[in-house]
């Protein structure tokens, strides 16, 4: 095992890797931007480097001074968390090329993973269902209108950079798609510096099913099942939950195996995720996948009993994973709601500011995990998430109810949250039923036009 590594992250996630590291006996090395001075987490770690002023740009994007932070700090590796640098190939090359190990994938799998088109061939290659699209990237107009007569509107226009759904545009006919073309692509230049797209078919009322998968340096890899994240908005997940309610247990095992077959053939290590959407048919198509520990690792951690960040630890440093497929085993019903810094009333608009107070839920089948406390700031320059409150229980009709209790028993102070419309969710007869798709947010609670 490692004897100290950087964590090159903020907050909550700095926060979980910290305590996983603690309990390794690895001593951990933080970082901090200017409006992160005095957070818990720099408590926690033994070590702790400010590497600028508070826009993120100037400090946890900062690639040289995060670097110059492991070599001050003589770190053998660094844990990116998510977000930030986690997915940034070249960040992670040049991890390589200093002698630290980045505690992820390689940097070539990244690669191969970050472009949608590569990542989509690879599937191809590998067998793994794609939806019917272009087969690469679109290079003209007249293409375009080819492919999306030739697979039906609507169709969907993507980013090969982009990801989690920036920078997608629907088309229903010739019209609409030549002036999306045009203006998916500006936008995607100015986004991610690649203005390069792709055309799916667009598949109406997804759900969205990811799998959790974990691969060593010794050839071998495992799913840890799946995640239903079909409650969306505005791309951001605020309900996770496993197992995927109202799934044939033998469409889970085809979706689960589909996506170590990808991780295989694209030579990934470490931790990740297989994004893939499932149609109203039932019918399975990979979309991308998520190179990194998401903020929704616990709800499987919670049913497989299974640490991940330890096991991101213990993978990077060359150890084979401590168990075979069938020795994973899942147990009873988790769900997670991101508790957010965001009025719902307003399209869910971040509310940034003083937690004046904040009790925290608790007992039995209770998890929260969370880097705030009375008096903290919710700094305007990151994301709003305040924590994240799971649940554990033998059967999902016990967690929904164990859920309402703690949200219930969650109070909070100073800033709106996210927490009302979580309550009406959870009651929703929709989401008890697990008919719930990608949709069901906006449809339900229409954005308000203030
Ligand atoms: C799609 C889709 C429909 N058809 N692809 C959004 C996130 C990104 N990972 C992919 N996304 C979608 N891709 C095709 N061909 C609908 C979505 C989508 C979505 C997917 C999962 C969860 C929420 C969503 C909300 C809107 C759209």
Known sequence: MYKRILVANRGEIALRIIRACRELGVETVAI??????????????????????????????????????????????????YGFLAENAHFNEICRSCNIDFIGPPHEAMRLLGD?????????????????????????????????????????????AGGGGRGMRVAANDLVLKSALQQAQAEAAAAFGDGTLYLEKYIERPRHIEVQILADHHGNAVHLWERDCSLQRRHQKIIEESPAPNLPQSLREEICNAAVKLVKAAGYTNAGTVEFILDQQGHFY?????????????????????????????????????????????????????????????????????????????????????????????????????????????????????????????????????????????????????????????????????
């Open 32 to 81: 901090f931007s200017e409006a992160d001075r005095g957070a818990q987490y720099l408590q926690l770690a033994d070590e702790a480097y400010c590497v600028g002023s508070a826009r993120a740009s100037d400090s946890y994007l900062r690639i040289d001074r995060v670097i110059s932070a492991a070599e001050i700090g003589n770190v053998q590796a660094i844990h990116p968390g």
């Open 116 to 160: 949608k088109n590569s990542a989509r061939r690879v599937a191809r290659e590998a067998g793994v269902p794609c939806v019917p699209g272009s087969p690469g990237p679109i290079s003209d107009e007249g293409e375009a209108l080819r492919i999306a007569h030739e697979i039906g509107f609507p169709v969907l226009i993507k980013a090969a």
């Open 286 to 450: 990979f979309i991308e996948v998520n190179a990194r520990i998401q903020v929704e690792h616990p709800v499987t951690e919670l049913v497989t009993g299974i640490d991940l960040i330890k096991m991101q630890l213990r993978v990077a440093c060359g150890e084979p994973l401590p168990f075979k497929q069938e020795e994973i085993r899942t147990s009873g019903a988790a769900i997670e709601c991101r508790i957010n810094a965001e009025d719902p009333e307003h399209d869910f608009r971040p509310c940034p500011g003083r937690i004046e107070q904040i009790f925290p839920p608790g007992g039995p089948g209770v998890r929260f995990d969370s880097h705030v406390h009375p008096g903290y700031l919710v700094p305007p320059y990151y994301d709003s998430m305040i924590g994240k409150l799971l649940v554990h229980q033998p059967t999902r009709e016990e967690a929904i109810r164990t859920m309402r209790r703690a949200l219930a028993e969650l109070r909070i102070q100073g800033v709106k949250t996210t927490v009302p419309r979580q309550m009406e969710i959870l009651n929703h007869a929709a989401f008890v039923e697990g008919r719930v798709d990608t949709k069901f947010i906006e449809r339900t609670w229409p954005p308000s036009a203030s």
